[in-house]
């Protein structure tokens, strides 16, 4: 067999064509290695500016939210409660958002998650709080027990002492008037003594103290009921129409208190007050510091990017 004559310039060409397109091939390799890594820093870099900039609304929404809930448990009426309230779980709710919108950029880096986690827990927290303070912010009971006092429960006060008034007047020239008056003066009495309890029972917070305030109550309830019962076997014809407008204004009387200790025992007012500046005030501050942290080290990252 003849072999074909080994020619070194093609051989000399084949090699260097290859040569030329394995340098071809790493320069593009490493171009592309380059390309995508400076598109991945700036991908980097960038979820760590959106991450700062989360970390800011909620750091902001979870102020507004507490703003809110203060003022919620401080209005003056159901209307502007609810209307506080709403506003409270607004915010709320737009920091549970950017909360998990925030989860999954944090990546692998393992100080950002823990301070994650410690955030997530300390929110599920307040977040609880916050249910049973805006709950009871929005019933509003001790307020309405005192407007009830100071209003219908006063009126009806007003009545019975003058109907125990006029009593003692028309019944001056009774053979029993001296009897009479002290009868009708115990009975005005005593009504006044349960009346001035009730702002003090709206007040409390415990329920010893109620319990002992109510039995108070009673004594005088007892009292005046009582003298009001004396009374009708010894005031003549004249003074009827009077101990029976006493007896019409007791009783409103008696319905408007019955109302009052219910609310007042309910105590939603300053059960909510207490939890807001209690509770809720310590876990809102940790969970700002949380934040505040998180904030930090995020911003560490941004610097340390920038100065790259």
Avoid at 8 to 19: E, F, P
Avoid at 100 to 129: D, M, T, Y
Avoid at 285 to 297: I, R, Y
Wanted: proline share 2%; with cysteine; hydrophobic share 45%.
């Amino acid at each position: 067999m003849l072999k074909r004559p080994f020619n070194k310039g093609i051989a000399s060409r084949q090699v260097g064509v290859a040569i030329a397109l394995v340098l071809l091939l790493s320069f593009l390799v490493a171009f592309l290695l380059r390309h995508e890594d400076a598109n991945w820093l700036q991908s980097a870099y960038e979820r760590k500016v959106q991450k700062f900039h989360i970390i800011q609304t909620m750091s902001r929404d979870l102020l507004a939210s507490a703003e809110a809930e203060k003022s919620a448990v401080m209005a003056e009426t159901d209307e502007a409660s609810a209307s506080f309230a709403e506003q409270s779980v607004q915010a709320s709710q737009n920091v549970e958002k950017a909360r998990r919108v925030l989860e999954p950029l944090l990546g692998e880096n393992r100080q950002e998650a823990q301070l994650f986690r410690e955030f997530s827990s300390c929110w599920e927290k307040l977040q609880e709080i916050d249910r049973e303070v805006l709950s009871l912010a929005v019933q509003n009971t001790n307020l309405k027990a005192l407007r009830l006092s100071f209003v219908p429960a006063a009126e009806a006060m007003r009545r019975m002492e003058h109907a125990c008034n006029w009593l003692m007047e028309v019944s001056s020239a009774s053979p029993d008037a001296v009897h009479i008056t002290r009868l009708a003066a115990q009975a005005a009495m005593g009504a006044l003594n349960l009346y001035t309890l009730q702002a003090p029972h709206i007040a409390e917070s415990t329920a010893t103290r109620m319990d002992e305030m109510e039995a108070v109550m009673q004594r005088h309830a007892a009292q005046v009921t009582a003298a009001l019962q004396s009374l009708h076997a010894l005031v003549g014809e004249p003074g009827q129409p009077f101990l029976a407008a006493a007896w019409a204004a007791y009783q409103d009387f008696q319905n408007i208190h019955a109302e009052i200790i219910e609310l007042s025992r309910q105590n939603s007012n300053i059960r909510s007050a207490a939890l807001s500046l209690g509770q809720k005030r310590k876990t809102i501050a940790q969970c700002q510091d949380v934040l505040a942290t998180l904030q930090e080290k995020v911003q560490e990252s941004m610097a340390y990017k920038a100065t790259r």
